[in-house]
């Protein structure tokens, strides 16, 4: 069967875009993979970090070493989303993810801009953790607002691997996108356009629970994680998971403060401990503490 994604296009080349990079570049095996940023130092940076990724990888036999060069000749950069209709030897992209910032205003300009630049059949696709699909859809629809395409435009929006269909998506989106996460060795769910979907839903929770614990004192941080480890068989703490993604930027306080604003359910409200955080600058493993002391010991 003809591989349905034969260009992938990376919007975003921070930790994130870069895995999604790696994982199609060598599992899916996609042949031109166009890594896109604010600007072409920082699209090239991008894939500096994906080569190190793809050494590191064959490095330790996790692929042939023999496959490097050919992976790196795939991947291509450019700055702005307005070259990708003339990358690749001028053909756009089958599919579009965008990595940015959890931000929807910053995720709702990338997709006005996707839209007006990409033909309508390009899927575009989102790595939000939990802003609304159907929100961030929308934003591609009102580029032609006055057009009978405007429709048709959102229907191309998705979200991989955790599948969120907004209600403008259409079947044969899904289908696509279930498609091109299996060619990545993924397994795929599929979850209505719902604060905080699956997966971040009840992590949240958990991660929730962790801090209110920790701030009444009922447990040390360390036992609190070690509770989760051997008596849930998680491979991390919720606390220590919180350190290593960032208190701010994704599945703690934005996350939680997103959730709490779509459901309206005062349980989801960040704890004050973890604002106080954030409010010093303690955002985790990144910057040195979080709950726990990354910095090197003297």
Known sequence: MQRDVQILSVVGCGQMGIGIAFVAAIHAEIPNIVL???SLDRAKQGRDALREQV??????????PNRVNKIMDSVHV???IEELSTSSDGHTPDLVIEAAAEDMEIKQQLFARLAKHLPLSTILATNTSSLSVTTIARAASEVFEDAPSAESSAQRVMRLVE???GLQTSQDVIERASQFATSCRKRTVLCVDTPGFIVNRINIAAVREAIRMAESKEASYEDIDKAMVLGMRHPMGPLRLADFVGLHFTISRSVMQIIHKD??????????LLQRMVQAGWLGKKSGQGFYNYRAKA
């Open 36 to 38: 896109v940023d604010l």
């Open 163 to 165: 599948i969120i269909p």
């Open 263 to 272: 459901t309206q359910d005062p349980h989801y409200a960040p704890p004050i």
């Open 55 to 64: 050494l590191h990888a064959a490095k330790y036999r996790r692929i042939d």
């Open 78 to 80: 450019v700055a702005g």
